[in-house]
């Protein structure tokens, strides 16, 4: 069987504290002119497309006694037991951002099932639809993958088959369960865990010298946005042309950036009544390129970008961001760092239980400084040549997970000509969400974001 590892793991682990951290993907497909499909013709969709995807094949099975990290198993349970019909006929937009807050709350147990598929029906004012719409959200545990992972899965679902661009690094087919191979690698994990956590700290403790002998990303006080999270959860979707999101020669995410900077600057200014030159940063998930060996299906690190608020001509400061975005990713791949994220991979599970449920009892809900006052997350999910039976994928989005300290999420989410700007907050953090997100879709319309 197919071992989990230690950084997919702690998705896993952490499933009794705090929120989801599920990770859930929206297409929005439009029938143009014919039928919205039926559910029954959803299933059968599904029912051809997901045999064939190992991905969504996998279910954990937890190890005797909890003392090896959980193994994939084969979850042999139909295509259409991952399937849930929400028939939202005669509501609208808003109704419909309501839904996902709430479907935001769920988690699954891996153990039953790594993914699920929602079918939402019968919206109206569905934005870029000209006809009946139909939307779909991929719920998928973040321990399966990261968010390269589930756009690979989507396209997987909804691609021709005949797309190069579905192969899903994930774990391979498991190996048959047997008594004799339970008790096999339980008591090799016993044997070698004292050998393998006095190798992970060792390892650590050097790697952690020559990190520290670098320069790393300033801490910042924290904001308003940098409180604890409520168990509520409001979004706002606003898809719209990719080139209004594209300022100048700056690729989308580093105008995202910017865009974001700008508002957030200007929401502290209004909002925690800052005054003067504010530092604005973003924490920035990092891919890692195929090159770096990396054992965990979650290939992400996550990097600290200095917003240069500060800079008042848009072009400087979309070139400041660049490079302080280049120069994160550089830093986060250098090999003491990638060597300090590696050591943990040797850690024994009992003991990342025990540290996981340590911190959540233990945890700082209001720290005193952070490393940004929010989260960007970018992702490019391919052409917009998607079908679901016969109906056109017209717009994606996503939606980050919340926790303690990182109270509002900022994602940009690219599905051909079109980019859907998609905030994930709480209520008690940040009220004016509408306000706030038409202040940011403004900035990224507006005449800063030209030249």
């Known amino acids: 069987m197919a071992r989990l590892e230690m950084k997919d793991a702690v998705y896993h682990f952490g499933r009794d504290h705090g929120g989801s951290s599920d990770q859930f993907a929206l297409l929005a497909f439009d029938s143009v002119d014919g039928p919205a499909p039926t559910f029954a013709d959803v299933r059968a969709h599904v029912e051809a497309r997901a045999p064939g995807i190992p991905g969504l094949r996998l279910r954990l099975k937890e190890t005797l006694w909890g003392l090896d990290y959980p193994r994939w198993v084969r979850d042999d349970s139909a295509p259409r037991e991952h399937l849930v019909d929400h028939d939202l006929a005669g509501q609208n937009w808003d109704r419909f951002e309501e839904f996902v807050g709430e479907l935001l709350g769920t988690r699954l147990d891996m153990r039953a099932q790594s993914w699920r598929l929602h079918l939402v029906r019968g919206v109206h004012g569905v934005p870029r639809v000209q006809g009946a719409a139909t939307v779909i959200i991929l719920q998928v545990g973040h321990a399966l993958t990261d968010g390269l992972g589930v756009t690979r899965l989507l396209r997987a679902l909804f691609a021709a088959p005949e797309d190069r661009t579905v192969g899903i690094p994930l774990p391979g087919p498991p190996a048959q369960e047997t008594t004799i191979r339970t008790w096999v690698n339980t008591a090799r994990a016993l044997l070698c865990a004292p050998v393998d956590l006095a190798i992970s700290r060792w390892t650590a403790s050097r790697a952690l010298r020559a990190v520290l002998a670098t320069p790393l990303p300033s801490s910042l006080p924290a904001s308003s946005l940098n409180c604890a999270v409520s168990s509520a959860r409001t979004v706002r979707i606003v898809p719209m042309p990719a080139e209004q999101c594209r300022a100048g020669s700056s690729t989308i995410t580093v105008s995202a950036l910017a865009a974001v900077g700008t ?189």
């Not at 700082?364 to 994928?393: E, F, Y």
């Open 263 to 451: 508002c957030l600057s200007r929401y502290l200014r209004d909002v925690d009544g800052r005054e003067g030159d504010l530092d604005v940063a973003a924490m920035v998930p990092i891919a890692l390129p195929p090159r770096f060996a990396w054992a965990a299906a979650n290939r992400v690190l996550m990097g600290t970008v200095d917003l240069h608020a500060d800079i008042e001509d848009p072009h400087d400061r979309r070139k400041q961001i660049a490079r302080s975005l280049e120069q994160e990713r550089v830093r986060a791949t250098t090999e003491p760092v990638l060597r300090l994220a590696r050591a943990d991979d040797r850690v024994p599970a009992p003991i990342v239980r025990y540290v996981q449920g340590r911190r959540f009892r233990h945890r700082i809900r209001n720290p005193d400084r952070v490393a940004g006052q929010t989260t960007v997350v970018s992702v490019n999910r391919g052409a917009a040549d998607l079908r679901l039976c016969g109906a056109r994928a017209r717009f994606t989005a996503g939606f980050p997970f919340l926790e303690d300290g990182r109270a509002v999420t900022h994602g940009f989410f690219g599905l051909g000509e079109t980019v859907t700007v998609s905030l994930v907050t709480c209520p008690t953090a940040l009220p004016s969400l509408r306000a706030h997100t038409e202040d940011l879709v403004n900035e990224l319309r507006g005449p800063s974001n030209v030249g």
